[in-house]
Structures are given as structure tokens and as C-alpha cells.
């Protein structure tokens, strides 16, 4: 391991899966320990770093879903299969599934934001026995907008899924209306003791955190990522902090109580 | 009353619309003074005068209503200013000994302003020293910056502040403000490229907007002072017209060195008819030709590799004749 | 150990310094000031002490040698990265109490929170830091408030007291040097100051809707978020990370940081075109909560040091000590209205 944490190493693209044309997952070469919603910088040198959310985790590879945006995620899109890119991470708190284990459990998960829950949305769908029942609320903007689409059959089989984009015609295999819309006739056994996560936009985690706690959710049981301008991944370079957190060290997963006071 | 107009006229003093009564002219070069001068004209106005005081185009101030026969005392009374302020005079109490060649006026330069790229008040003293008393209607302007307020291009010798903006890449840090102000503010001689500010030397006019912009002092002045010289700028009937680039990058010696040489080529050419004596140079550069104007002006003026001159010139302007 | 030093003893123990370090302190740049005919004083290498300004703020701090404006962190060609060498030789760096006290504040960042950066640290290990005693503050300074006034973390100390040097000196192996060059060897005690004309009055509380408060509001107009408050500032440590590349053919380059600030438009620009704070008003609040209350938060002092340069340098007359002094009052009312 190279003591010079801004090195980035070199990693193999394994595979790459499309899933709208500005919306591409790269299955890349990794063997270490990594927790989903945590991040790597993916470096290309010449045009700079963008911080991407593991989206997926298997023997020997790391998946990064990434959302072509910018002008190093542009570059990023004209790599393929059996190409290499420079990683620098994994970075940041990632999410801990056993906070969430034991009880009901909603994700509340908008555009790319169901990326860095995917992880945990499939340990649970995987492991029914560590929950007492789940729901998913995935929202998109359209039909052309959804991701992970593969997945989203399996995790039907396995747990409550309420699919829907923004705007669509009625169709069968998904609702239309804003993911906020969902909540409030959510039906739980326990909102008491029912945890929640909410991964998404900015406008979209508040108004969802803001429709669980009226749903009776309690604050102690939300957790949020939060996405910020992140640049060096270390704590260092502070395009990322908000108050007297750094997203990148301290996040970007923080459960609500700490997360609510982390306003910009 | 038996009264010399042409004298009093060298003597800066001014026949009026006012039977009898004269006006005389303060000089200040440099547009900039004491104030213990003040009550000194506040006591001719008064006393002399009507009591008020004009402040003249040229920074000057001009005291009207003095009787002509009181023009010796005043001439007495202006002797402190005259040596306080240094204007070369020959004669002691004598007053003003020529009024051809116009205060060198000049905007308030960098004693005050932040722009200016040089301190123009003492610029256009070392003029006023060089070149007065003369006789030859000369009209010498300094401003500080290419914002050039004190007008410089109506004149016919046009001083214009410029500093080399100098970079040192290891003090950037690339937040763009330079360019930002360059493109903004001025003539858009900056362009980030790899992150960094790149001028285009050709483009840049020295006006040290990039200077001022930037945060951090990757961008700092040159050592060197540098300026524009504008020439032959005019109003009046015939055909007024702004004064034209001359030399870009010039120093402040081969400045001082064109203006006397140009008193040389005007006491050669100008047209002895003229009437009063007065005519304005560039009507004189018209009739000899640039070539003819610029062989005398460049006598004995060594500029710097860096000066760019214009040759020839060409002058546009309103033609009424 | 202390010691006092004519000129010429100063010069003879100078010599000898600088064959092992590059001596940097703040020195006079004529003519290099922002406006025509003014001067700039500020850190430079200097080769005597007769040329260090004992009588005038350095405009900028000491920051840059730990945390250079561009650094370049690695080379790269298409597949191959390279990283970059490290200056060889020790630096010496004269600053003020005050400015010592934001190198702990340096540290904080860059070796105790989170990872360990290299980088700093390995011009970190190549410092030692002399003292510039303090006798009298300027205008703006605040350091007594901070409590950033005195110091007893360095390695020697520098007094200029008419035309004698009074030095202390912890690093051994410089003793029987200074010692030997010494007019006399007597206790010496860098001076410090006392008292300030300015004064801050630190918050205790921050409620989280401080956010709203219209203390704010004023400098989304007076402020034209140049960053000169951060760039002169000694506890400033953001960066932005670029890549150039070498241009032709493009495919070599290196990837420099650089530094940032939080008061310039960028900053807080996310990928496609999001960008927080827009407001001036709002990186103001930014800026001074981070170095009067987050920081304090998360590292247990605050993080400005009192040294007023942001005060100095504002072309805007903004005063950043003003606005801390307007916190007590802006927290009181942002409460009530709750």
C-alpha cells in the first residue's frame, strides 16, 4: 500500500453495464475491504477526480455506477472492458447494515442515489431474517431515468418495492408520482421502532425525511447521505465540509439527528 | 490707457470683455498644490479681483476684474506662489514670464488613486521644468492609467501610465479574477489556460487591472515604469481630433527628449503669419508631413527595445475646413 | 539558553545557519505592493537579518511554506504515475506568535484529522520555527482575545531591540555556535504582547438557525468574494486538485492542488451544475463560523488566531473581527424569533 494517500492505483475495468445512455456501472478490479455507500475517487488523470458511490461489492470487484455529468465522468465514458482507470479510496463511513438490522426497514432512494444503498438493499433482500419486514421506495425521473432495472425485478421477489418516476404514462411495472407521495400510507407493524434510509437529491432527502417523521418515524432511526463537492477525500481540502463535519470522513452516511443540523 | 496686449498676454494675464479690466492665470502644473497657496489667491481675488476665482480647464485658476495697473502688484503678490510651486521665472515679482505653452495639467495620479501607474504630478512638474517659459502654444496632459481621465488625448502630447504586469506562476492560484477583470474591464488580453492566466502582450495595454484583481500577488508591477505617448490630439475650427498612439512602452526620458525636440521643429516650421503667434502643432505636421515631423522629434531619443512606435501616423477627427 | 548578538555576531551565526537551512522570514518587496510606488512585505528568503521586517504585519502568513500556493503532487503519462521529489534543503521560518499558533492549527488539519497527509508532512519534518518577539500589536490584531498572544513551541526566538539580536535557542546542536558568536549569554525572553486595540467577543452558543439570521444579508452586497481573506489567512488549509497537462500531444501532465477559497465563486460547485452558497453573504458565514465556532467544535480551540490580516487586506473594508463581535447578538435574535 502506497503510505501516499492522493496516489491513486491502477484498476482493470471488468465490466461495464449500461443502463441509460448517460448512465453507466463499471465493474472494476478491487480486492479489499469496502462497505456500500462509501466512495473512490476515480482519477483520470488530465481531466481530474470524481467522487463515485460503490454501488455494488463482490469477490475481487467493486461496481461504481456513474452518472456522466461532468467532464471527468465524460472520459470516464469512453473506457472499456479490459481498459484501467486510477482509484484512489475506498473513502468515507459507508453504511454499517447492522444499524438497521432487527426491525421493519423503508430506503427511501432517488436517481442515483439508490447506487450507494444498493448494497444494502440486496444484504437485506438477501438476509430476510435480519429484518421484520422492508420496503423500497425508488424513485426516477422517467422511465429512461431508472437504474439497477435487473435488480429491481429480484428485490421484488424479496421485499416491498414501490418503483415510480417523476413523469410516465400508468404502466404496471411502476407507480408515477414523487417518492414523498408514498410515504404517508406506508404500513408498518412499528413506525416506533421502524429505521429508515434516505439516499437521493437534496430537495428530495428533505422532503422525504420530512414526510417519515410525520409518518411517525423518530428521528433517532433515519439515516441520510449527504453529497457534497467532495475533492480530496481525506478530510483535507474542505470543499466537502458543512459545519464542523467533513462528508467525505465524517459521512457521507449520518444518522438524522446528526444530519439535519448539516445545512448550506 | 496705453496698455501692450501682446505683453500682458506673455505675462499671463488676459485682455477681457471688461474695458480695463484683466484676469490672471495661476499655473499648477500638475494639477496638485499646497494649500497655503490659497489664501494667497483668495487675497489677489479680493483685493484685486471681484472677489471670486475661476478654476481653469487646465488646473489652473484665473482671478478676474483686476485692473490693469494694478497687474505689477499682483505679479508681486503671485512671486511666493511662483517660486513656492518652482515654475522657472526669470525676472523677481516679474509674474508669469510666458503663457504660450499651457500649464501641463494631469489627473490626481497615484498619490491618490489605486489605478494610476505613476505618480503624475511630479512626472508633469519635471515637464513644466523642462519646457517653460515658452512661448509656442503647446498643450502637455499626463493621466495616470489607460482610463485616461484627465483627458490626455485632446492634447498634443498625450502621457498615458502603464505598468508590464509580471507573473509569477507559483503565487497563482487560479481563481481567475485576472481574467475576469481583464476581459471584464479592459481589453481582454488574458486567457486561462491550464488553469493559469496566459497575456497576450500584444493585446495588453499596462493598465494593471490584472495587478489589482488579483489576490494573492501573483501579478505585480513591472519595476520599470512604462507609458503610452499620444500625439497631436486637438480642439478648435478646423478639424478637432483625438491624439493618436505615438509610442507604446515608452520611458519617461525619451518622453521629456520628444517634447523639446518638437519646440525645435515648431520654431523651424511654424507658419510665421500665424496669427498671435499661435498655431496648433499638429496643423504644422500636416503641412510638413509626419516623415519630416518625426525626423525632429526622434533626435537624440534611445528607446528601449521594448517601445513600439507608430509610423507613420494618421489622424482622423471632425473636418470642418 | 538566550543570547545577545551585535550585527556582526548575528551575521557570523547566519552564515553558518544558512548552510543548513533556506531562512525565511518577512521581508520588503519594493515596488511589488498592489498600487504604483508602495511596497509589499511578505515572506521571502532572506540571506540577512538586516533584512527581515521586524516593524510591519507580513501581509500574507507563513502558511506557504508548509502548504505551498501550487504544489505539484504527482506526474503522470497515460498509465504511469510519478510522484514529486521534495524540497532537499531545511527551511528556517521567522514568524510571530500568532502565526506559530496557526501551524498547530495547520497540523490539526493535515495530520490529525482523518488520514495523514504527506505532503505537508514532509515539509512539516523540514521546518523549524523562530519566534519573532512581539512587542506592540497592530491596529487590527486580536490575538490576546484568542489567546494566541504567547508562545513556547518553537525552536529559537528573535528580539530586534534598537541594534542588538536577542535570540533563544532550543536546538542543541546550534549552542556552542551562538554562544561563540554571542556578544553575552543571558536569559532572553521573546516579548509579547498584552493588549489589542481590537477586540473580539467570542460566541457560546450557535443555534443551527443561525443560517437565517440577517447578519448575513449585509455582505451578499459589500462582499465581491475575491478570497483575499483566505489567501493571507495562517489557518486557511482548502485546496482545489487540478490536472495539467503538458500541452502538444496532451498525454503527460501533473496533478497540482491548489489553494482554495471558500469565498470564490467554484467552490461549492457539485458535478452538473449545482452550486451551494451562492450568496456572499452566505460564504462569510461560512468562513467566520468555521474559524470562530466548527472548527473549535470539532479540534476543541478556535481556529482563527486573532493575527487581523483578513481586516487589512479586505479592499471592501469588511472586518472580520466586526462581524464576530456581531454573533452574541445576531445567535440572541435568530432564539427569540424561534
Not at chain 2, 523639446?260 to 503667434?277: H, Q, R, S, W
Not at chain 3, 502565526?99 to 514532509?122: N, T
Request: aromatic share 10%; net charge neutral; glycine share 8%.
Amino acid at each position: 500500500m502506497n503510505e501516499n494517500v492522493y496516489v491513486p492505483f491502477l484498476s482493470k475495468i471488468q465490466k461495464v453495464i449500461r443502463h441509460t445512455s448517460i448512465e453507466y456501472t463499471f465493474r472494476m478490479e478491487y480486492h479489499g475491504n469496502v462497505k456500500p455507500g462509501q466512495f473512490f475517487e476515480v482519477s483520470m488523470p488530465k481531466y481530474g477526480e470524481a467522487p463515485i458511490s460503490v454501488s455494488g461489492i463482490g469477490e475481487g470487484y467493486v461496481d461504481l455506477t456513474i452518472r456522466r455529468v461532468g467532464k471527468v465522468t465524460h472520459e470516464i465514458f469512453e473506457k472499456y472492458e479490459g481498459n484501467s482507470l486510477f482509484l484512489r479510496g475506498p473513502y468515507g463511513n459507508g453504511f454499517e447494515v447492522s444499524d438497521y438490522a432487527g426491525g421493519e426497514l423503508v430506503i427511501v432512494a432517488g436517481g442515483t442515489g439508490v447506487s450507494p444503498v444498493r448494497g444494502v438493499i440486496s444484504h437485506f433482500g438477501n438476509h430476510p431474517e435480519e429484518h421484520d419486514g422492508m420496503t423500497l421506495i425508488a424513485g426516477f425521473k422517467s422511465d429512461d431515468d431508472i437504474l439497477f432495472s435487473m435488480d429491481f425485478e429480484t428485490w421484488k421477489k424479496q421485499m416491498n418495492v414501490i418503483l415510480t418516476v417523476d413523469k410516465g404514462e400508468p404502466s404496471p411495472d411502476r407507480q408515477v408520482g414523487l417518492v414523498t407521495s408514498f410515504i404517508p400510507q406506508l404500513e408498518l407493524k412499528d413506525v416506533a421502532s421502524a429505521k429508515a434510509i434516505v439516499v437521493g437529491p437534496p430537495a428530495m432527502m428533505r422532503f422525504s425525511t420530512a414526510a417519515l417523521l410525520e409518518r411517525g418515524f423518530r428521528e433517532e432511526n433515519i439515516w441520510i447521505s449527504q453529497e457534497r463537492k467532495m475533492c480530496c477525500g481525506l478530510g483535507k481540502c474542505g470543499h466537502c465540509r458543512i459545519n464542523d463535519k467533513y462528508v467525505c470522513l465524517d459521512g457521507p452516511v449520518f444518522p438524522y439527528t446528526v444530519g439535519k443540523n448539516l445545512l448550506d | 490707457m496705453d496698455i501692450n496686449t501682446k505683453k500682458l498676454k506673455k505675462n499671463a494675464f488676459r485682455v477681457t470683455k471688461v474695458r480695463n479690466k484683466t484676469a490672471s492665470r495661476i499655473r499648477v502644473p500638475g494639477g496638485h498644490l499646497e494649500a497655503k497657496y490659497l489664501p494667497v489667491l483668495q487675497h489677489i481675488a479680493e483685493a484685486y479681483g471681484d472677489g471670486t476665482l475661476h478654476i481653469t480647464n487646465r488646473q489652473g485658476f484665473e482671478i478676474p476684474g483686476i485692473d490693469f495697473e494694478k497687474m505689477v502688484e499682483v505679479n508681486a503678490l503671485l512671486e511666493s506662489i511662483i517660486t513656492g510651486m518652482d515654475i522657472n521665472r526669470e525676472e523677481e515679482n516679474g509674474g508669469y514670464p510666458a503663457a504660450g505653452t499651457r500649464n501641463i495639467s494631469a489627473c490626481v495620479g497615484n498619490r491618490v488613486c489605486p489605478y494610476a501607474c505613476y505618480d503624475t504630478t511630479a512626472f508633469a512638474q519635471r515637464i513644466e521644468k523642462a519646457v517653460f517659459p515658452n512661448d509656442l502654444h503647446f498643450k502637455i496632459a499626463l493621466t495616470g492609467c489607460s482610463n485616461d481621465c484627465a483627458k490626455v488625448r485632446m492634447h498634443d502630447f498625450g502621457i498615458i501610465g502603464m505598468t508590464e504586469p509580471q507573473f509569477e506562476p507559483d503565487r497563482c492560484v487560479t481563481c481567475g479574477a485576472c481574467v475576469k477583470a481583464c476581459t471584464k474591464k479592459s481589453t481582454g488580453a488574458l486567457t486561462m489556460v491550464n488553469f493559469r492566466p496566459q497575456r497576450d502582450a500584444q493585446k495588453c495595454i499596462g493598465c494593471g487591472e490584472c495587478v489589482l484583481a488579483c489576490p494573492n500577488m501573483a501579478w505585480t508591477r513591472s519595476k520599470e515604469k512604462y507609458y503610452r505617448l499620444t500625439l497631436l490630439g486637438r480642439s478648435g475650427k478646423k478639424n478637432p481630433r483625438l491624439g493618436e498612439n505615438f509610442v507604446k512602452w515608452i520611458d519617461a526620458d525619451s518622453i521629456v527628449q520628444i517634447i523639446l525636440n518638437t519646440y525645435e521643429y515648431v520654431e523651424k516650421y511654424i507658419d510665421p503669419e500665424a496669427p498671435g503667434g499661435k498655431e496648433h502643432i499638429g496643423y504644422i505636421v500636416d503641412r510638413t508631413g509626419f516623415e519630416e515631423f518625426y525626423k525632429w522629434a526622434m533626435k537624440g531619443v534611445h528607446l528601449s527595445e521594448k517601445a513600439e512606435i507608430t509610423s507613420p501616423m494618421y489622424w482622423s477627427g471632425i473636418r470642418y475646413k | 539558553m538566550g543570547y545577545c548578538f551585535t550585527e556582526d555576531g548575528m551575521m557570523s551565526v547566519w552564515s553558518e545557519l544558512e548552510k543548513r537551512y533556506d531562512i525565511y522570514a518577512p521581508k520588503r518587496f519594493a515596488g511589488k505592493g498592489r498600487f504604483s510606488d508602495t511596497d509589499c512585505v511578505r515572506y521571502g528568503q532572506v540571506h540577512s537579518a538586516t533584512e527581515i521586517v521586524f516593524d510591519k504585519k507580513a501581509e500574507y502568513s507563513a502558511k506557504e511554506f508548509l502548504l505551498p500556493n501550487a504544489e505539484t503532487l504527482f506526474y503522470f503519462t497515460e498509465d504511469q504515475i510519478l510522484e514529486s521529489a521534495c524540497k532537499e534543503k531545511e527551511m528556517l521560518v521567522f514568524l510571530r506568535s500568532c502565526d506559530l499558533h496557526a501551524i498547530k492549527r495547520l497540523d490539526a488539519v493535515y495530520l490529525e484529522q482523518g488520514f495523514i497527509d504527506s505532503y505537508y508532512k514532509r515539509l512539516r519534518d523540514k521546518v523549524k520555527f523562530v519566534l519573532m518577539g512581539c512587542p506592540k500589536a497592530f491596529d487590527t490584531c486580536f490575538c490576546v482575545d484568542m489567546g494566541t498572544n504567547k508562545s513556547t513551541d518553537y525552536d529559537m526566538s528573535i528580539d530586534k531591540v534598537n541594534d542588538k539580536y536577542y535570540m533563544d535557542c532550543k536546538i542543541e546542536e546550534w549552542t556552542e555556535l551562538f554562544a561563540q558568536s554571542a556578544e553575552r549569554v543571558q536569559d532572553v525572553q521573546p516579548a509579547y504582547v498584552t493588549e489589542t486595540k481590537t477586540h473580539v467577543n467570542l460566541p457560546v452558543q450557535m443555534p443551527n438557525t443561525m443560517l437565517q439570521s440577517d447578519l448575513w444579508r449585509e455582505y451578499d452586497g459589500r462582499c465581491i468574494a475575491c478570497g483575499r481573506c483566505n489567501f493571507v489567512c495562517p489557518t486557511c488549509t482548502c485546496f482545489t486538485m487540478q490536472d495539467m497537462y503538458y500541452t502538444e500531444n496532451g498525454k503527460a501532465g501533473e496533478r497540482r492542488r491548489v489553494w482554495a477559497s471558500c469565498m470564490v465563486d467554484g467552490y461549492a460547485d457539485v458535478a452538473g451544475g449545482g452550486t451551494y452558497r451562492k450568496k456572499h453573504g452566505e460564504r462569510m458565514r461560512y468562513k467566520v463560523l468555521h474559524k470562530v465556532w466548527d472548527f473549535q467544535k470539532k479540534h476543541g480551540y478556535p481556529m482563527c488566531v486573532g493575527c487581523g490580516r483578513c481586516d487589512d487586506i479586505c479592499p471592501e473594508y469588511i472586518s472580520f473581527s466586526h462581524c464576530v463581535n456581531g454573533l452574541k447578538k445576531a445567535c440572541k435574535e435568530v432564539m427569540e424569533n424561534e
